[in-house]
């Protein structure tokens, strides 16, 4: 069943129209499959950075770049942006639990606990997010996105921005890594436009003449849906880069988790005060919404604590044998050759991103 009524700003003036449906869960099934072909795009991508072979570079970034894309924008059609962007933590999801068949990768009691967490959490985003379809026009988009709110989201990335550029320059391997990970991770949650144009596109297919829409006009007789294309593609260009660096650097998991923690972050931030999905809902939903969240990032973060071993930067496993060597002045020649040999199978190890318990295998030559 669905009910229509108006979404108001400040003074009563109209801002569009909304109808509540109960389709968002066809949302969350096709952002379930978008993000496991994105988890097969990723592990193609670390597997040819970590054996070399370029064949699977296309293969990763046809699953990464056209599949997972394609039915993620189909599931905004259905569900709001802070419903969508929590569920790419899925992604972690079937990293986990394909990774043992693929990768042969053993299915720790960490990661049971951090995909079971992260996939009740989605579930409950589902349940307490904003079910609320919204029309509007262009104009009514142009006003929603130069609110101040918004303005001061647009503000605070860009003081984000910042800091992460600067650790990136100035911070050690791991820490250049990390934010790697995570700045390309919350480029990937900034959605809105890509919603917007969603929401357009959907309002010109299913318009009926004679009826009240908030797509009176068409709105691709405007400048805003190209631009508002050219951001969202130039987002998801930039931050699938950022991942494919990150995945030459860091262990996959490792890697995914932080992208996609920052993702889920950045995107229910910004669908919940860029977008206005949080206006109208009750104290208790939005209360119960982010502790769906913290659920779901609280899986993340007991699946990276669960890793038993530090992650290096490749610099770092390649100073392994340099340092062991330098420890290892005045000792016994013999001592001294097997305990350098031992260091560098072990910055090799680290350079190919091995693990004890997340190891990528690779085929023996």
């Known amino acids: ?145 130069a609110r101040p709110a918004a303005c001061i989201y647009y503000a605070l990335f860009f003081v984000w921005s910042v800091g992460c550029l600067y650790f990136y320059v100035a911070g050690s391997g791991v820490i250049s890594g990390f934010v790697v990970g995570a700045y390309g991770g919350s480029l990937a949650g900034n959605m809105f436009t890509t919603k917007a144009v969603v929401e357009m596109f959907e309002c010109i297919a299913t318009s009926k003449e004679g009826e009240p829409s908030g797509c009176e006009s068409n709105p691709f007789y405007t400048i805003y849906p190209y631009l508002f294309i050219f951001i969202s593609l130039a987002l998801a260009c930039i931050s699938l880069y950022l991942l494919a660096v990150g995945l030459t650097k860091f262990e996959a998991l490792y890697m995914i988790t932080v992208f996609e923690g920052f993702m889920i ?53 390649h100073m392994l044998p340099a340092r062991q060597g330098a420890h290892l002045r005045g000792r016994p020649a013999k001592e001294a050759a097997s305990a350098t040999a031992a260091g560098a199978e072990a910055g090799e190890a680290v350079e190919m991103g091995a693990c004890d318990d997340v190891a990528v295998k690779t085929p023996d030559r």
């Not at 069943?1 to 569009?16: D, F, N, T, V, W």
């Not at 709001?80 to 043992?100: D, E, F, K, R």
């Not at 659920?295 to 290096?312: A, D, F, H, M, N």
């Open 265 to 317: 972050i950045s995107g229910a931030i910004s669908g919940n005060v860029v977008m206005g999905e949080a206006q109208g809902q009750p104290g208790y939903v939005l209360l119960l919404y982010g502790v769906s969240i913290g659920v779901i990032i609280g899986g993340l973060v007991i699946l990276c604590k669960g890793e038993q071993r530090p992650l290096l930067s490749d610099d770092e496993a």
């Open 1 to 145: 069943a669905e009910h229509h009524g108006a979404m108001l700003l400040g003074g009563g003036r109209l801002l569009a129209t909304a109808s509540s449906s109960s389709l968002w869960w066809v949302g969350v099934l096709l952002d379930a499959v978008a993000t496991l072909a994105g988890t097969a795009g990723k592990q193609l991508l670390r597997h040819a950075s970590v054996t070399k072979k370029m064949r699977y570079y296309p293969m990763g970034l046809v699953c990464t770049a056209v599949i997972d894309p394609a039915f993620d924008i189909s599931a905004y059609s259905f569900a709001a942006q802070s419903i969508i962007a929590p569920c790419a933590g899925m992604v972690v999801v079937w990293n986990v639990l394909l990774a043992p068949f693929t990768l042969d990768e053993r299915l720790t009691f960490s990661r049971k606990v951090g995909a079971f967490l992260i996939c009740a959490g989605t579930i409950c985003v589902g349940l307490f997010g904003n079910h609320e379809e919204v029309d509007r026009t262009v104009d009514e988009y142009i006003e929603l996105f």
